[in-house]
C-alpha cells in the first residue's frame, strides 16, 4: 500500500481564526487542508447578528460571515474535511493526526478548535441560546438590551466584567450569584456591587428560562439555596458568565496548557506552541478577549508562522 501524502499545513477548526489562517495559507499557496469537527464554523454560527465585526455598517448574521470566509478560503484551494482527531502523534516528522482509522500527516499545524462556554444546564437555556435571549458574551449581544432588564448568572471576575458592561445598555442588571459574595477579585467586585444599575441576588442558582413558548426570554427563576424559595427575575436577556471549557482535546500533552486548560504560546509568541511547526489560534488559547476579529488576527499571525517555518525547513 502507498503511503500517504504529507501536507503542508493541516488546520483543525473553522471559526474565525481557523478560516482566517487557511485564507492565508491558501493565498501562500500552500494548499491548506481544513479538518472540521461537529460544529463548522464554531460559536459564531450560533449568533443571529454580529455588530462589532469590521466592515460590516449594518451588521452581519454569524453563519453568513463564517460561510463568507469559507468560500473565500476555498478561492484560493483550501479543502475541508468534517473529521474529529482522536489523537496526535508529535514526536517525529511529519506530525501525525490520528482520525479514526486514518492517519493525516502534516509538516505544519495549525489548531484553532475554540472554546465552549459553560452553560448551566437548566431547563429553557438551550432552546434559547443563540439571538432569542440566552446569551454568553455581553460585548457580542449587549446593544441588543438597550432600556430593557437582564440577568447575568455567575459571580468571578467575568460576571463582573459582563454586569458592568451591560450597564452601558440595560435599565437594570440582576446579578445572580449562588455564594452571598463574589469571587471577583476586590476591585471588580466593589465596582460591581457598588453600581446603582446592578442589583446583586445573593445565594440563588438558576432553575429554569422561562419563555421557550413565546421563543424568547420572558425570565429567569431562581431558587434561593438557603430557603428554597423561588422567584421570577422579569429579564429579556440572560447571560451566562461561569466560564469555558478550551477544546484542547486529543492535543494537551504534548501541546502546553496553562492553569485554565487553554494552549500555553510560548514566550514572545501569540501563536507558537512548544512543539516546532505547530500553532494555535483563537479561543482554544485566548481567555481574555475571546472576540471574533482577534480569533480573526490570531489566525493570520499562525498562518504567517506557519509559512515562514515552512520556507526555512521545508522550503517552503
Known sequence: ????????????????????????????????????????????????????????????????????????????????????????????????????DRTILARSVIIATGASPRMTGVPGEKELYGGKGVTTCATCDGAFYRKMEVAVIGGGDSAAEEALFLTRFASKVYLVHRRDSLRASKIMADRATSHEKIQCVWDSVPVAVEGVEQNAVSGLRIKNVKTGAESVLPVKGIFVAIGHVPNTGPFAPPLEVDEGGYFKPQPGSQVQTNVPGVYVAGDCSDHVYR??????????AAAIEAERWLAEHHGG
Open 1 to 100: 500500500m502507498s503511503n500517504p501524502s504529507v501536507e503542508n499545513v493541516v488546520i483543525i477548526g473553522t471559526g474565525c481564526a481557523g478560516l482566517t489562517a487557511a485564507i492565508y495559507t491558501g493565498r501562500a499557496s500552500l494548499n491548506p487542508l481544513v479538518l472540521e469537527g461537529p460544529l463548522p464554523g464554531g460559536q459564531l454560527t450560533t449568533t443571529s447578528e454580529v455588530e462589532n465585526f469590521p466592515g460590516f455598517p449594518h451588521g452581519v448574521d454569524g453563519f453568513q460571515l463564517t460561510q463568507n470566509m469559507r468560500e473565500q478560503a476555498t478561492r484560493f484551494g483550501t479543502r475541508f474535511e468534517q473529521v474529529m482527531v482522536d489523537k496526535v502523534d508529535f514526536t517525529a516528522m511529519p506530525r501525525k493526526l490520528i482520525c479514526g
Open 291 to 300: 472576540q471574533a476579529i482577534t480569533a480573526a488576527g490570531m489566525g493570520c
